[in-house]
């Protein structure tokens, strides 16, 4: 069936490291890869997303990359600071475009301590 | 048109009693979605429409659930004789071919 499996449930870092999240999705269909934040009591926000025939993205202090093979994608996120602090959601969709029913993971909860 | 919205925000209701939840997509979009997301998981599927046909129901949607957009535009989700097991943030999402999802602010259904 459609799963995605979400590590580590917590991540906590000093303010300046950089914080990695890592996702395995099961259906091998999966071709759209978005990540979101969702901060306490709100709703979730896009950060960063990537296709299937794309191996890494690059956003400012984000990155997300892509192993098809291994149906593996990880989040990264450079000098982080306070602000970054919410919870992150991984997602997989078998769409051909940006629409499409998302399989979300567990969550990380990011904390970052000044 | 300021993004997804959703009504009520909160809602408690005691057990046994119906609720719906509205939802007002972006309006280019022509696919809405309806998660479910309670606390420390991620959103779970419930169902999507595009336009007014509903395309896709996860088995979690029991009986007691219904969803409809009937002219493509808003949509409404109905849980009747609802149990303390719905109590869950009811999260509605749009989205078109070019552009991902956008997130409602959700509605909070809490079930005494």
């Known amino acids: 069936g459609e799963n995605v499996e979400q590590h580590p449930s917590t991540l906590s870092v000093q303010e300046g490291d950089s914080a990695v999240i890592k996702c395995t999705y099961s259906d091998s269909a999966s071709n759209y890869f978005p990540w979101y934040k969702q901060e306490l009591g709100k709703r979730p926000q896009l950060i960063i997303d990537?296709?299937?025939?794309?191996g890494e993205k690059k956003d400012q202090r984000i990155a997300v990359t892509l192993n098809k093979t291994a149906k593996h994608f990880s989040l990264h996120i450079t000098e982080t600071q306070p602000e970054d602090s919410a919870v992150y959601f991984c997602a997989a969709s078998r769409a051909r475009n940006q629409g499409g029913k998302l399989i979300f993971g567990q969550g990380t909860e990011l904390s970052v301590k000044p | 048109d300021t993004g997804v919205s959703q009504d009520p925000r909160h809602k408690i209701t005691k057990r046994g009693q119906n609720v719906t939840f509205r939802c007002d997509p972006i309006?280019?979009?022509?696919?809405l979605y309806w998660y479910r997301q309670t606390l420390g998981q991620g959103p779970e599927f419930l169902t999507y429409?595009?336009?007014?046909?509903?395309?896709?129901k996860s088995r979690l949607l029991s009986d007691r659930f219904s969803a409809e957009r009937p002219k493509g535009s808003f949509s409404t989700l109905e849980i009747q004789r609802t149990e303390q097991g719905d109590s869950a943030m009811y999260l509605c999402?749009?989205?078109?071919?070019?552009?991902?999802?956008?997130f409602g602010s959700g509605t909070r259904l809490t079930v005494v």
């Open positions: 990537i296709r299937s025939n794309v």
């Open positions: 999402a749009s989205s078109s071919a070019d552009s991902g999802y956008t």
């Open positions: 429409f595009q336009n007014e046909a509903q395309l896709e």
């Open positions: 309006s280019e979009h022509n696919r």
